[in-house]
């Protein structure tokens, strides 16, 4: 089968861009998706011409234009041979575009594909919100009765976390600290401004013990990913990005297994992360960085402990060494991950793979990891129930 | 022997929706029993009650009583609260595993303001009575 690369990148500075309903200067869902298209595009060093399948990440319900991806197929002419299409699951969606994407080019549907989207919602309020992603994370008739939120199943997570590991909540604050220490360093954070440790411990209660740094901003963001064949890469003379491994897992429950498990060891990243190593020839030692979809500070520390980067029971103690730190042993979330890069949730696994796609093509400023070669970035949904796990290899 | 029923005076903020197949819960819950199904062919319990076994797919299951002990798993306080639940907030909520081998989310009924028990305290089900129709919570055994 055909090796899929990614060959160029778009990505809008994730913020505030949303304009409340009925205000006048609309800024469009379509157009700041269109000027993406065009830069990343670009940025591959292809034209038009040349994109042969398009994945969107569905968009929330806030944005007007439905059919979403067959409007910008025609906004910007763009007869496709393979699939023109958008997905949908929970977190995880802009991972499926990604996926669903890189299989048109596996499988030989298409030479160029496209793996983008665009998550605009802050102009609904966070209550509103909740209204309706209540309904999202967890039984409608069993658990949202009693005011379940998405991310008091991850609070849950920390308190049983700390519980069971004699870990703490500062050792998970520090978490929050080096994530902003990453997004200083980042052009496109939502959140770039240092914070201390006791910046995030005096923070207001959002779902205890988590506080408001240690759960993800509400933000608006938009990605444009280029997919190609690797005969496609080669052709360009630059640097890529080869997908060199992927992993999916779902372990078949919701929130929470009815049959009482280890609720933190989460399953499905560390089944999916398995077959991702193995698909990719590689053991989660040879990574040089991460990038993980991890909402709050409890859930970088599950997964990366699932993911093999720390040993279980460690991954809160390893914020606190400095190990995940730029400059540690294994750098995770180089982008400010979701906490200060931002969460626009069904794009977020677009803006990691993004910056991936920066380190591997030594593009990331600052903020690059010195010779990264090899890195691994993971996506989720409901308390990690399923995972999508890619490993991705720079090549020039 | 019925749970204790904590009458609230007010509605249920976000109401369940009730089935054909799920109608005996909440009845059964109403007058003071926590209950479930059990499948008629691998006896396995599931929550919540299902017409189709999920273990083995069988459409064989009968209703059957649950002690409503347990221990608690996990908690949290949510203080940012979904618009329908602004008025309730903060809410105590967790996680329960039943002594059946049940593991269930529910609310957590605590004193305000005070501490979170400790994890894997014993804790029981209660039936809260709201006016227009009934949920269950958990509560610390030494509470009751």
Redesign the interface.
Same mark, same amino acid.
């Given at each position: 089968m055909t090796e899929v690369a990614i060959i160029g990148t778009a990505a809008l500075p994730v913020g505030k861009h949303q304009s409340p309903p009925g205000s006048d200067g609309q800024v469009l869902e379509h157009e700041v998706m269109a000027r993406l298209i065009t830069e990343a595009v670009a940025d591959a060093g292809l034209c038009k011409d040349d994109v042969e399948a398009l994945v969107f990440a569905q968009c929330r319900p806030y944005t007007l234009q439905k059919y979403f991806s067959t409007f910008m197929a025609h906004y910007l002419r763009l007869p496709c041979p393979g699939v023109v299409m958008e997905v949908l699951g929970n977190g995880m969606t802009g991972g499926y575009a990604f996926d669903r994407a890189a299989d048109e080019v596996r499988l030989g549907r298409a030479k160029v594909a496209l793996a983008l989207g665009i998550n605009f919602e802050t102009a609904i309020s966070a209550a509103e919100h909740a209204n309706s992603s209540m309904r999202a994370t967890g039984d409608v008739d069993f658990h949202a009765p009693f005011g379940f939120t998405p991310i008091s199943w991850y609070a849950m997570d920390a308190a049983r976390y700390i519980h069971d590991h004699g870990s703490s909540r500062e050792a998970l604050a520090a978490v929050a600290v080096k994530n902003r220490a990453h997004a200083a360093l980042n052009p496109i954070a939502q959140f770039r401004k240092p914070i201390t440790l006791a910046d995030v411990l005096g923070q207001p209660q959002i779902v205890s013990p988590l506080g408001l740094f240690e759960v993800p901003p509400r933000g608006d963001g938009a990605v444009c990913l280029v997919l190609a064949s690797e005969a496609v890469a080669k052709a360009t003379g630059r640097p890529y990005v080869l997908i060199r491994g992927r992993g999916y897992y779902h372990e078949g429950a919701h929130q929470i297994s009815e049959i009482p498990n280890d609720m933190t060891a989460f399953l499905a990243p560390r089944t999916a992360g398995a077959a991702a190593y193995a698909d990719a020839g590689v053991t989660a030692a040879d990574m040089d960085l991460a990038e993980i979809y991890a909402p709050c500070t409890i859930v970088e520390v599950l997964a990366s402990e699932a993911l093999g980067l720390a040993p279980r029971g460690r991954g809160a103690q390893a914020a606190v060494d400095g190990e995940t730190r730029l400059g540690g042993r294994i750098p995770i979330c180089t982008s400010g991950g979701l906490q200060s890069r931002g969460h626009p949730s069904y794009v977020t696994p677009l803006y990691s793979v993004f910056e991936l796609a920066e380190q591997l093509r030594g593009r990331a400023g600052d903020r690059q990891v010195a010779n990264a070669r090899l890195a691994v970035t993971s996506c989720e949904l409901g308390n990690y129930n399923a995972a999508l796990v890619h490993v991705l290899e720079a090549k020039s | 022997m019925s749970l204790p029923i904590l009458s609230i005076a007010r509605r249920?903020?976000?109401? @369940? !929706?009730?089935s054909q197949f $799920?109608a005996p819960f909440w009845e059964n819950l109403a007058a003071g029993a926590l209950t479930t199904t059990a499948c008629a062919c691998c006896e396995k319990l $599931?929550? @919540?009650p299902k017409p189709i076994c999920?273990h083995c797919w069988s459409s064989e299951v009968r209703w059957v009583g649950l002690s409503a002990k347990g221990t608690l798993?996990?908690? $949290?306080?949510?203080?940012?609260?979904?618009?329908?639940?602004?008025d309730?907030? @903060?809410?105590p909520?967790?996680?329960v595993?039943l002594a059946e081998?049940?593991?269930?989310? $529910? !609310?957590l009924l605590v004193i305000p303001d005070a501490p /979170?028990p400790? /994890?894997?305290t014993a804790v029981e089900i209660v039936v809260l009575a709201y006016e227009d129709g009934p /949920?269950f919570?958990a509560r610390p055994v030494a509470a009751g």
């Open positions: - | 249920r903020a976000y109401p @369940p !929706r009730t $799920t $599931t929550f @919540p999920p798993y996990a908690a $949290t306080v949510i203080h940012a609260a979904p618009a329908v639940f602004r309730e907030a @903060p809410i909520v967790c996680v595993d081998g049940l593991r269930i989310a $529910t !609310r /979170l400790a /994890l894997d /949920l919570a």
